[in-house]
């Protein structure tokens, strides 16, 4: 392996930058491809049928330009529905995202969770399992937010969150039979993490948040122990299936914060 093949990030949007910075704070000199899928935007509205045909042919073609030690869906609508078909088209590791429920539920003292996630995320048979294995003593309440990501996506193009706003889609936890004994949250989906003050900020106090962004970064780390990386880190790099008037506003927020400039697919 070339000390200068990057690891390859793959979200719909923004929200895998949520899982780019705890891999950096492990693997500080890596090199980073992150693609956001901006033209297939957002995905937790698609159907199980659209995101199954589109992610992995879009990686196929990724995985070919950048030619990526690793590849990270860094989207745990698109790893719930399209991991295993990723898996079985490309020659390289892939890294999925899937809902900390476990770790939530190994925190939680009331034995109440909401795993708050996209529409398409929070009705997996995927999300069954894990709360089978690693929560059944637990009641687990979930909401599908599409609204939190447009927040998301908002926020880093430069529109402030609004209060108001985020502590409507709380609501749909806290609202439901039993939602005021949650305790601790899931963000199933990483654009979630991107919003975590704004959440506190109107959430119950006391409330935790948790989010798979770091077990991730620990498993890339641990998939790429013994590599060669750069003596020093190249600039990470920024791609794009389409470069709107958002786009080009997030692309000028990333800029700041070390990105190229953004690239089109």
């Known amino acids: 392996m070339h000390d200068t093949a990057p690891i390859l990030f793959f979200d719909s949007g923004v929200g895998g930058l949520s899982v780019v910075a705890p891999t950096v704070a492990l693997l500080p000199t890596a090199g980073i491809v992150y693609v956001a899928d901006s033209a297939g935007f957002p995905y937790g509205t698609k159907s199980e049928g659209e995101i199954a045909a589109r992610v992995p042919a879009l990686l196929g073609r990724l995985a070919e330009r950048y030619r990526p030690r690793l590849i990270v869906i860094a989207c745990n609508t698109a790893s719930t529905i399209a991991l295993g078909a990723v898996r079985a088209a490309l020659d390289v590791p892939i ?118 962004g770091p077990g991730i970064a620990r498993r890339v780390a641990a998939l790429t122990h013994g590599q060669a990386w750069p003596a020093v880190a190249p600039p990470a790099r920024l791609v794009l299936t389409r470069l709107g008037e958002r786009e080009r506003a997030i692309a000028a927020t990333l800029a700041d914060r070390g990105f190229a400039s953004a690239e089109t697919l």
């Open 95 to 212: 890294v999925g995202t899937v809902p900390a429920i476990k770790p939530a539920a190994a925190i939680s003292r009331t034995r109440t969770i909401g795993v708050l996630g996209t529409a398409a995320t929070v009705r997996q048979p995927y999300v069954d399992d894990l709360v089978a294995r690693f929560a059944a003593d637990c009641t687990v309440l979930r909401y599908g937010s599409a609204a939190l990501v447009e927040i998301a996506e908002a926020a880093l193009a430069g529109e402030a969150p609004s209060p108001d706003a985020v502590a409507t889609e709380l609501a749909g936890l806290f609202g439901q039979p039993g939602g005021v004994r949650i305790d601790t949250i899931v963000n199933a989906c990483t654009h979630f993490p991107l919003l975590e003050g704004d959440m506190t900020a109107v959430a119950p106090p006391g409330v935790a948040f948790v989010d798979g």
